[in-house]
C-alpha cells in the first residue's frame, strides 16, 4: 500500500496492518519479524515520520476506545488511536478540553505523545508531555511496558517525543483540563511589523493562556513580520452572552467541505498567495471576539483534505524554534531568507514557548517558533530548505520532526543535543531494531548506524 | 432503558452497530468470543454514551449452549431484550472452501446454522411477547454466487430466505425482521484484499442500519447505490455471466 505524510511530497510503499483488537498488535509484531515496523494514527505528521519504505506499518486508527475517566482529577485512560476529536466530543460536554491541543483536532493520543505536540498556549503550560501521566508501550520483546513519570521514567521520556521508535503505544492516561465553555475570548491586534510583533509577545503573552500570530511570510523590508495576533483565554461562562450559557458546552454544528481532489499547480502561485495575504491582513480589526474552539483551534480541519489545495507535488512544512537568547535575530533572517525567495508560503504562523518538557526528542524550547508551508517545487525547494536549516542552526535553534522532510542528518545531531541519551535508551529497548520509520534511517537513528 | 444484543460484537461491523444503538440511549449486551475485547467495548460505550453495556460469552459454533446463552443474555438484561443484531460471520478463502470440506462445513455453520439457530430462540421469545426487532447482517454477495466467493455468498443466500420466512411468521406478533445487506466494508474482513472497490466506512453501515430498523424495513442494500448494482448483476443472462471473470 502507498502511503504518504500529510504534505504529499513523500509517497512510500509499505505493509500496512491495521488491528482490530488489542491482542491482534502482538500478533502483527511477530508476524513481522525480519522488517521493521512504526506505529501510525492518522497519518497528520508532514513527512515521513510515520512512513516506513518497504518495510511495515502499523495502523493504530481502529483501537480508540476509552477506558476510564476520572472526573475529580480529568484524567482519561484511552486506547492509542482515541483522537482529539472525540475526546472533545465526549468530554467538552462535561466540562473538559485537552490541556494542549495541535492545530488538527484529527490526531490520535499516541501520535500526540510520540511528537510531543504542542498548541497555543505552550508558554503558560507547556506541550503534551505535561498532560501524559503514563502509557503502557509494547516493546520490541514483545513485553508491554509500563511507564509513568514515577516509573520507568527513562523510557517514558525517550517515548515522549521519540517518534515511535521505542515501541507501540497501546493505551495512555492522559489529563484533561476543565473548562466552562467551548469557546475562546480572542483578542484580536495587527502589528506593522516584526519588531512590533514580537514586543507585543513580550509585553503582554502573559495575560493570556493562548497566542499565536498569523504572519505574513511575503511581505519585504519595512513591512517583513507584519502579523495578526490572535491571543486569547479560555471563555468563562461571564465571557459569554447570556443565551449561550446553555449550550457553552456544546460541540458546533460545522458544515464540513471537502477538496475532492489536487488542486492543479498553478492556483497557489506566489501572485494568488500574495493576494490571500494582504486580504488576510487588512480584513482583520483590533478587538475582542469570542470564537468558537473549532474556529480559534482547528481552522483548517474545517475544509477535509486540505492539503490538497497544494496539488499533487504537495508542500513542505518548516516548523523551527529559536532561543529565547537569540532575541530574534535568526527568526528575522530565517524570514527574509524565505520571503526574498519568492516561495509563497501561505500559511505562516508565529508563537513564543515556554518550558522545554523533558522529551529526549522533544521539540519545543524558551524562544519563539516560526511554521510555514512551503509549495514542493522540486529541487529548488529543498535547497531552499537546507538554507533555513544552516539559519536554524547558527543561531541555535532546531527543526520539527513531527513536520520535517529534509534535515541531513548532521544537522539533526548538532540540533538534539539529547540524541546520545535516546539512542542509548532506545538500543536497550530495540537492539535488533525491530521499529525503525523513513525518518528514523535518514536521520541515523537505530542500530549500527 | 432498553436493551439490545449483538452477536459477533467484536466484529467490525458489530462494534459500530452496537456504538450507534448505544449513542441512542439503548443499554447494549457484547456477545462474543474475545471477552477481554468486549469488555474494552463495554467500557468505551458506558463511558461515552452514559449507558450500560455488558460483555457475554458466546462461541457461535457451540450450538448446544445457544439456549443457556440466550438466558443469560436475558438475565443480564433484567428480563426484556428489545432488540437483536447479528453481525458475526466468515468469509473463507473461496478456494480452501470449495476443496476442504472443514472450511465449507465451518462456513456454513457459522454464517447460516449458528445464526437461524440463535433466531429460532430469540424470535420465539420476542414472538410470545409480541414485541421486538431482530435484524440480521447478510451481504449483497447473496444476490448472487460468483466464482470467487460462491460458498459464502450462499450462505447469506440461505440466511437471506430463512430471514423472508421469519418475517412472514412474526409479523402477526409485531416483530420486525430486517436483512441488511452491505457491499465492501472496511473491516477486517476484507483488509488487504484485493479486488475491492466502493468500500464503505462500517459507521455508515451502521448508521443506515438503525435507520432501517427504526422504520421497521425489511430489507437494505447499504450503501443505498448497491440496489442498483446488484439488481443489474442479477440481470445478467446466465449465458452471458458464465462467460464473465469477476
Known amino acids: 500500500m502507498q502511503l504518504s505524510g500529510w504534505g504529499n511530497v513523500i509517497r512510500q510503499p509499505a505493509r500496512v496492518f491495521r488491528p482490530e483488537k488489542r491482542s491482534e498488535i502482538q500478533d502483527v509484531l511477530n508476524q513481522v519479524n525480519g522488517s521493521s515496523i512504526i506505529a501510525r494514527g492518522l497519518g497528520r505528521s508532514y513527512g515521513d515520520a510515520a512512513l516506513n519504505e518497504r518495510g511495515s506499518v502499523l495502523l493504530g486508527t481502529r483501537l480508540h476506545r476509552f477506558n476510564s475517566f476520572d472526573s475529580s482529577t480529568g484524567i482519561l485512560e484511552c486506547e492509542a488511536g482515541a483522537t482529539f476529536s472525540e475526546i472533545i466530543d465526549t468530554f467538552l460536554p462535561r466540562g473538559f478540553f485537552p490541556a494542549v491541543t495541535p492545530g488538527t483536532r484529527f490526531v490520535t493520543v499516541g501520535g500526540a505523545i510520540a511528537a510531543d505536540v504542542h498548541g497555543k498556549n505552550h508558554h503558560r503550560d507547556g506541550s503534551i508531555a505535561n498532560f501524559v501521566e503514563g502509557f503502557d508501550l509494547l516493546l520490541a520483546s514483545g513485553e508491554i511496558l509500563i511507564c509513568s513519570r514515577a516509573q520507568n521514567t527513562d523510557t517514558f521520556w525517550a517515548t515522549i517525543g521519540g517518534m515511535g521508535l521505542t515501541g507501540v503505544i497501546v493505551q495512555a492516561k492522559l489529563r484533561l483540563a476543565r473548562v466552562q465553555s467551548g469557546y475562546v475570548a480572542v483578542d484580536f491586534k495587527k502589528t506593522a511589523n516584526l519588531d512590533q510583533t514580537l514586543s507585543a509577545f513580550a509585553a503582554d503573552d502573559a495575560n493570556y493562556q493562548y497566542s499565536v500570530a498569523w504572519i505574513d511570510g511575503l511581505a519585504k523590508g519595512a513591512a517583513l513580520g507584519r502579523s495578526v495576533l490572535m491571543r486569547g483565554n479560555h471563555a468563562r461562562l461571564s465571557d459569554l452572552p447570556v443565551e449561550f450559557h446553555d449550550r457553552a458546552l456544546l460541540p458546533p454544528q460545522v458544515r464540513h467541505r471537502n477538496v475532492p481532489f489536487h488542486f492543479p499547480s498553478f492556483a497557489l502561485s506566489p501572485l494568488t498567495v500574495r493576494l490571500f495575504n494582504s486580504r488576510y491582513y487588512c480584513r482583520h480589526e483590533d478587538g475582542r471576539q469570542i470564537l468558537h474552539f473549532d474556529e480559534f483551534f482547528y481552522p483548517l480541519d474545517a475544509v477535509e483534505h486540505w492539503n490538497r489545495v497544494y496539488g499533487r507535488r504537495g508542500f513542505y512544512q518548516y516548523q523551527a524554534v529559536f532561543p529565547q537568547s537569540d532575541g530574534g535575530s535568526g527568526l528575522r533572517e530565517l524570514m527574509e531568507k524565505v520571503s526574498n525567495s519568492g516561495r509563497a508560503s501561505f500559511l505562516a504562523v508565529l508563537k513564543s514557548m515556554g518550558e522545554r518538557s523533558g522529551g529526549l526528542l522533544s521539540f519545543p524550547m524558551p524562544g519563539l517558533t516560526l511554521a510555514l508551508d512551503l509549495p514542493n517545487a522540486g529541487r529548488r525547494t529543498v535547497d531552499l530548505l537546507r538554507d533555513l536549516d544552516q539559519i536554524v542552526l547558527r543561531h541555535g535553534g532546531r527543526v520539527y520532526l513531527a513536520k520535517d522532510a529534509t534535515l541531513t542528518r548532521e544537522n539533526f545531531e548538532a540540533m538534539y543535543p539529547d540524541l546520545p541519551r535516546f539512542k542509548e535508551v532506545q538500543q536497550q529497548l530495540d537492539p535488533s531494531n525491530r521499529f525503525s520509520s523513513s525518518l528514523a534511517r535518514r536521520l541515523g537513528i537505530g542500530a549500527g548506524q | ?246
Not at chain 2, 461515552?48 to 457461535?60: F, K, S, W
Not at chain 2, 472452501?97 to 472443514?102: E, I, R, S
Not at chain 2, 421469519?166 to 441488511?180: C, D, G, I, P
Not at chain 2, 476484507?190 to 425489511?218: M, N
Request: glycine share 8%.
Open chain 2, 1 to 246: 432503558m432498553s436493551w439490545v444484543l449483538i452477536a459477533g460484537a467484536s466484529s467490525g461491523i458489530g462494534r459500530a452497530v452496537a456504538g450507534q444503538w448505544a449513542a441512542a440511549g439503548n443499554n447494549i449486551l457484547l456477545a462474543g468470543r474475545d471477552l477481554d475485547d468486549l469488555g474494552r467495548t463495554a467500557a468505551d460505550l458506558s463511558l461515552r454514551y452514559g449507558i450500560r453495556a455488558e460483555a457475554l460469552p458466546l462461541d457461535v459454533l457451540d450450538f448446544s449452549r445457544h439456549a443457556a446463552f440466550f438466558s443469560e443474555a436475558l438475565a443480564k438484561a433484567e428480563g426484556r431484550i428489545d432488540g437483536v443484531v447479528i453481525a458475526h460471520g466468515l468469509l473463507p478463502d473461496q478456494a480452501e472452501a470449495q476443496t476442504n470440506l472443514d472450511v465449507l462445513r465451518s462456513t456454513i455453520d457459522t454464517n447460516y446454522t449458528s445464526a437461524a439457530s440463535l433466531l429460532n430462540l430469540i424470535a420465539g421469545d420476542f414472538e410470545k411477547r409480541r414485541s421486538g426487532f431482530i435484524c440480521v447482517v447478510t451481504s449483497v454477495a447473496g444476490d448472487r454466487g460468483r466464482q470467487s466467493n460462491y460458498v459464502y455468498a450462499s450462505t447469506k443466500a440461505g440466511l437471506t430466505a430463512y430471514l423472508q420466512g421469519l418475517r412472514q411468521r412474526v409479523a402477526k406478533a409485531n416483530v420486525s425482521v430486517t436483512n441488511v445487506k452491505p457491499g465492501f466494508v472496511d473491516t477486517a474482513m476484507i483488509w488487504g484484499k484485493p479486488g475491492v472497490f466502493w468500500v464503505a466506512p462500517p459507521e455508515r453501515i451502521a448508521r443506515d442500519t438503525y435507520r432501517a430498523v427504526r422504520r421497521g424495513r425489511g430489507e437494505i442494500y447499504t450503501p443505498w447505490f448497491w440496489r442498483w448494482v446488484m439488481l443489474l448483476v442479477r440481470s445478467i443472462p446466465d449465458v452471458v455471466y458464465r462467460r464473465m471473470k469477476f
